[in-house]
Each structure stands twice: as structure tokens, then as C-alpha cells.
């Protein structure tokens, strides 16, 4: 085939993927109109969470340190918040980035461990993180407020604050409390995904590529396996600060117990249902993870059945879920899209005249192989 | 000194079911390099199993025992058979994930079925205990001791000289060549999942003893167990005895002994601060192999 035909093809696939994208962005800014207040924050918590499967996604889907210890990066974050927000009483505009960097900093001293240990030793010294940090939690009222927890300031501006009844008008709409910490976090979503998607194009991204596919021969070839991990680490906890910052604020009132092994769990759930190493994995990954539950709930009549706890219910049926997933689909949401458009080009394929394969390989622009 | 040995005897029964758990993880982590988070999950039903045949059904204890044991390694080895066989070559953690998915179902069947409320644990020992020397000894803890023991040689026994044990040492050091050369694979994955379950039965029912009792929190234990696995070196089962051991004494002497201003309850945070110190001198634990690469 002539050159010109794949070049008008790879045209046509750059086209369709900038309408694909628009129509997410302008999908993902009416959402709030479609839904009520119950699922706006439930997709509140699915975006704030998204920022910090992003985080973890820098470091487990491209650098390939697996970290159970998300939970204690977004607790940093979150008192961060918490003293200067509460405490101090400083605007979010100063708050919310030093949320990042405490937990980047923290991220920093954690860092070099995953220069000593490898796979699975770090994950589970990562979980030791978890525990450790819950048990300054617990003990460290001045910062948690104890085992009983303590309540986190909301968003502030200036004079206006993002607390519950509040609402902006811009241009005849009215946007509520949900709203707001909907558009704040999408737009701190859609930052930390464009920084990620040119991050895995530079050299800082590609090594962590290389150290993630073999470490070894990364460093024979010159990689810094100590500035690259680090990197990674400080980069995945700076977003996962923020994340924190913004879930406790949105909550309001957060105990330490929240800040548990599980919460990693989901965090590591997510980027793997999502498809690892990818941009949108994460983001497709929080929407199923996260939202799941409050799916659940509301499809489980709220009396229980037999005397069985609600509960329960959706975290059986969340594990299931779960199981049936990985079984089915081990490649992630984002295998499951490559299958779905394998046959939607086979389809075609049938329909349009025969191709030559080279056309039918040809990658996708700014695709990154998995 | 009393007290010193008084800790000593609860950390060091206390070590022994740590290392029980250890035992099961090792052992699967061992045949398929997977880290099974459902341990946990397994230790829970394994304790509300006996609890059921020996309280429920009022079967005599030591059968309610024996079934709890064979009834959880089956319940293993299907769960082995059913889900993880379809995900063998798949990422590792994707194997991890549903060993997760399992423990969420298990941490949540077990409250659903049985309530939130302990239950009683119908052991013949229940609180008695032999005193020596102003030392108190429980029995439960005693026959966790003894039990131990017996498990853990009948284990290096099993290890060392049966064909079985052989052809699982040959899958954990190279699983292609140990196809090529005839060893069931496959069955040896089973067995180890049908080892990790009874072991779990076993470390479940002393772990519900007293003062404890079979409860839905029961298996946050295996949580603990983790950092007696990394300080033996996660590939050796010799290494996870030790560990396991290691973290018990080390766990109760800490909440004997701690100082008021490292806060309230350190003890449950000691074995991972005490695993995160033995990991910078030695990263792959104390008994475990340094992995050979090259280019």
C-alpha cells in the first residue's frame, strides 16, 4: 500500500481518537447535571480517588514498584491539610499543594527502600507503612485527633469556601457543594493526567519504563536506579497527598481507621482492573472500583435480608466481583478495550475490501505498548 | 523475672501459631510465588469450623478437629482447582488480586452467616492452666506449643524425604524443568494450596483459644504473620518457623516492656518496625535466597 493511504489512515485514527477525547471531557463536565446528590458524590469520591490511582499508576504501572502503601501517602496528605487548613486556618491555595509536597517528601525518605527490596518484599514493607502510620494516628491527637478522629476544614478561596450549602452561580447555573469539589478535582484529575501522559515520554519516564521491564539491564544501560525509583515514589505520593487532602476535606470528618490496609488494597485494585502501565487505566479502573460499592448498595434493598447486614452483602458480592474479573479479564478494563476494538476492526475488516496487514498492525500514534 | 518468663511462654505460644500461618504462606508462595492474602480468611472459617462441629453439632473435639482440618484443605484445594488454575501464567499479581477478592467474600460470609458476636470455641481446655513457679501456663497454649511441633516435623519430614515433598521442592526452584522431568505440577499446586489449608485449621483453632475466642476479626492475625514471613525469607519454610517464633516473643515482650511515650498498643506495630530494621541488613530475610540474575 502506498504511503499516502497510511498516513491518511493514521489521519483518520488521531481524528477519532480527539473526538473520543473531547466527547469524555465535555461528558465528564455536564455529568453533574444528570445526577442526583447521592451519585454526584459518589462521583466525587470516584475523581478525588482517581488522582491518587493516577499517583500509584507512576509507580506501579510504569516504574513497577508495587506499593501497598498508598493509604499512608494520602493520610499524609490528608493531615497535612488538616493542620495548616484547620488549624492554621490558610487558604486551600496553599493547603492543597502542601499536601502534595509533604507527601512527596515523605515519599522521598520511603523512597531508597525500593532500592534494597524487590517485588513483593517491597509491597509488603510498604504495608508495614500502613500500619505504622496508623499507629501514629492513633497516638498523635495534635495532628488525627486520636482514635476518634477529627474534622477537616473545606476547600477555601479567599472569603468562599466549598462547605456543605454552598453554592456558586456562574452564568445562571448554580453549582452546589458536590459540584464544586466535582470541578476541583476534575481539573486536578485531568493536570495529573496530562503531566503523566508526557511524563512517560521523557527520559525520567522511559527509564522508569526500563526499570520496571528488567532493572538489571536498565542499570547496565545507564539508568539511575535510585534517582529513577525515587522519582517515581515522590511523583506517586505527591498525588496521592493531594488526593488525600481533597477525600478528607470532601468527607469533612475522618477517622484513622480509614486510613487502612484496604484503602491500598483499592488503590492497587483499581490500577489493575484499570490496565497497568496505561494513562486512563487508573481513571477507568477508580470508576469501577470505587464506585462499585455505592452501586451496590443502592441495588440491595436497604432491609436486610434474613437478618443479614447490608453491609455484608455488597462486600461479598464486591470480592466476587472481584474474583470473576481477574479470571475473565487479567488484562484489565484496557485489554477488554483492545479485544472490544480487535473485533470492531475485524468487523470492519469484512465489510471494507481486504487491507494489507502492515496497515492493520500499524500502531497507534502516542500509544504506549503494555 | 517472673513476668520476663511469663511473656516469654505467651510470646513464644504465640509465635508458634504465627508460625503456622507463616508456614501456609510459605508454602504456597513457594509453589507459585503467590502471596495468598486469603490466609486470613482461611484461619477465620478454619476457627468457626470447630467452633460449629464442636459446639453446633456436638461432635467430640478432636473429630470436630479433624474435619474442620480436611474440610478446609478440600475447600483450598477446589478454590485452587475452580478459580486460580484458569489464571496460571498470568501476572502474578493478578493471582494476588483474587486471593484478595477471596479474603474480602470470607471477611465479610463470616459475619453474615454467623453474626458479629464471638462464639464459644468448645475446646476442653478452655481456660485451665498448669502453674509452675508463679509462672501460669494456659493449656490451650501448651497443646498450641506441642501441636506445632508435631506439624511442623511432620512437615520437614514430608519435605525432605516423601516424593511429593520432592516434587515440590523441584517446582519452587525451577518450575519449567520440573515439568519437563515428569513432576505433576499442577497437583503439586494443589497439594500446596491443600497443606496451606490445613495448617490454617489448625492455627485458626488455637489462635480462637482463650483468652480469644472465634470472632470475625480473627484473621486480621495473618496481617501480622506477614512480617514473620519476610524476616525468614519468603521462599523458606525453615524460615517462616523462625520468623514466625521471632515476631510472637518479640510482639508480647514489646507490650510488656515498650515505654509509655511510644503510644498505646506499639506491640502491634513492633514486628513491622522489627522487620523493616532486619530488612536493610539483610533484603531478601534471614533465610531467604538472593534471586541470581543476568543480562
Known amino acids: 500500500m502506498s504511503a499516502v493511504a497510511v498516513s491518511r489512515r493514521r489521519g483518520h485514527r488521531v481524528k477519532g481518537r480527539t473526538v473520543l477525547l473531547a466527547l469524555i471531557v465535555i461528558g465528564a463536565v455536564l455529568l453533574p447535571f444528570a445526577l442526583n446528590a447521592y451519585w454526584l458524590s459518589t462521583a466525587v469520591f470516584v475523581v478525588i480517588a482517581a488522582i491518587g490511582a493516577v499517583g500509584l499508576g507512576v509507580l506501579t504501572g510504569y516504574a513497577g514498584q508495587i506499593s501497598l502503601g498508598h493509604a499512608f501517602f494520602l493520610a499524609v496528605g490528608a493531615y497535612t491539610a488538616a493542620v495548616l487548613g484547620g488549624n492554621d486556618h490558610l487558604t486551600a491555595a496553599i493547603w492543597l499543594p502542601a499536601a502534595g509536597i509533604v507527601a512527596g517528601l515523605c515519599g522521598a525518605i520511603v523512597g531508597p527502600t525500593a532500592l534494597r527490596l524487590r517485588g513483593l518484599y517491597l509491597a509488603i514493607v510498604t504495608i508495614g507503612l500502613v500500619f505504622i502510620g496508623q499507629h501514629v494516628w492513633f497516638n498523635v491527637p495534635a495532628i488525627s485527633g486520636g482514635p476518634g478522629g477529627r474534622a477537616f476544614p473545606p476547600v477555601q478561596f479567599g472569603s468562599f469556601n466549598f462547605g456543605v450549602g454552598q453554592q456558586m452561580t456562574l452564568g445562571g447555573v448554580v453549582i452546589d457543594h458536590n459540584g464544586l469539589y466535582y470541578y476541583l478535582s476534575l481539573l486536578l484529575l485531568a493536570l495529573a493526567m496530562l503531566y503523566v501522559f508526557n511524563l512517560q515520554r521523557t527520559r525520567v519516564g522511559r527509564a522508569m519504563q526500563a526499570v520496571r521491564e528488567r532493572e538489571l539491564p536498565a542499570a547496565v544501560l545507564g539508568v539511575n536506579l535510585a534517582r529513577t525509583k525515587v522519582s517515581a515514589f515522590v511523583i506517586s505520593s505527591f498525588m496521592a497527598g493531594v488526593s488525600g487532602a481533597l477525600y478528607a476535606s470532601f468527607l469533612s470528618f475522618v477517622i484513622p481507621d480509614q486510613w487502612s490496609l484496604l484503602l491500598s488494597i483499592q488503590y492497587v485494585a483499581a490500577i489493575i482492573v484499570g490496565g497497568i502501565g496505561t494513562v486512563w487505566g487508573p481513571v477507568l479502573g477508580s470508576l469501577v472500583i470505587f464506585a462499585l460499592p455505592s452501586i451496590l448498595t443502592s441495588l440491595f434493598p436497604q432491609t436486610s435480608a434474613g437478618g443479614v447486614p447490608i453491609d455484608d452483602i455488597t462486600s461479598i458480592a464486591y470480592g466476587v466481583l472481584i474474583i470473576v474479573f481477574f479470571v475473565a479479564e487479567p488484562r484489565g478494563l484496557v485489554g477488554l478495550g483492545s479485544r472490544l476494538a480487535g473485533l470492531a476492526r475485524l468487523i470492519g475488516a469484512r465489510r471494507r475490501p481486504p487491507r494489507s496487514r502492515i496497515q492493520e498492525t500499524q500502531p497507534i500514534e502516542g500509544e504506549e505498548a503494555t | ?295
Do not use: K
Request: aromatic fraction near 12%; charge should be positive; glycine fraction near 12%.
Open chain 2, 1 to 295: 523475672m517472673t513476668q520476663f518468663l511469663q511473656l516469654f511462654f505467651q510470646g513464644f505460644a504465640l509465635g508458634c501459631i504465627y508460625a503456622l500461618v507463616a508456614l501456609g504462606f510459605t508454602v504456597i508462595y513457594r509453589a507459585s510465588q503467590v502471596i495468598n492474602f486469603a490466609q486470613g480468611g482461611m484461619l477465620l472459617i478454619g476457627a468457626y469450623l470447630v467452633s460449629v462441629f464442636a459446639t453446633g453439632t456436638r461432635l467430640p473435639f478432636g473429630v470436630a478437629v479433624a474435619l474442620a482440618v480436611l474440610l478446609l484443605a478440600a475447600g483450598a484445594v477446589s478454590f485452587q482447582m475452580i478459580v486460580l488454575r484458569r489464571v496460571i501464567g498470568q501476572p502474578v499479581f493478578v493471582l494476588v488480586m483474587i486471593t484478595i477478592g477471596a479474603s474480602i467474600v470470607i471477611d465479610a460470609a463470616i459475619p453474615a452467616i454467623f453474626g458479629g458476636n464471638p462464639r464459644l470455641l468448645g475446646d476442653p481446655w478452655g481456660s485451665s492452666a498448669l502453674h509452675v513457679g508463679g509462672v501460669t501456663l494456659n493449656w490451650v497454649r501448651i497443646w498450641a506449643v506441642i501441636v506445632t511441633a508435631l506439624i511442623l516435623a511432620g512437615f520437614f519430614v514430608f519435605d525432605r524425604f516423601s516424593r511429593y515433598g520432592l516434587a515440590m521442592r523441584a517446582t519452587a526452584a525451577d518450575e519449567e524443568a520440573a515439568a519437563a522431568v515428569g513432576v505433576p505440577v499442577r497437583r503439586v499446586y494443589a497439594l500446596s494450596w491443600a497443606i496451606a489449608g490445613a495448617v490454617a485449621a489448625a492455627g485458626g483453632l488455637f489462635l480462637a483459644g482463650f483468652p480469644n475466642s472465634p470472632n470475625p476479626s480473627l484473621g486480621d492475625v495473618a496481617l501480622r504473620a506477614f512480617p514473620a514471613i519476610i524476616l525468614g525469607g519468603l521462599d523458606s519454610p525453615l524460615g517462616a518457623v523462625v520468623g514466625g517464633i521471632v515476631i510472637g516473643v518479640v510482639e508480647v515482650l514489646t507490650s510488656g516492656y515498650a515505654p509509655s511515650w511510644l503510644g498505646a498498643n506499639f506491640s502491634d506495630i513492633a514486628p513491622y518496625v522489627l522487620m523493616i530494621l532486619v530488612l536493610f541488613v539483610r533484603p531478601y530475610g534471614l533465610f531467604g535466597t538472593r534471586p541470581v540474575e543476568r543480562l
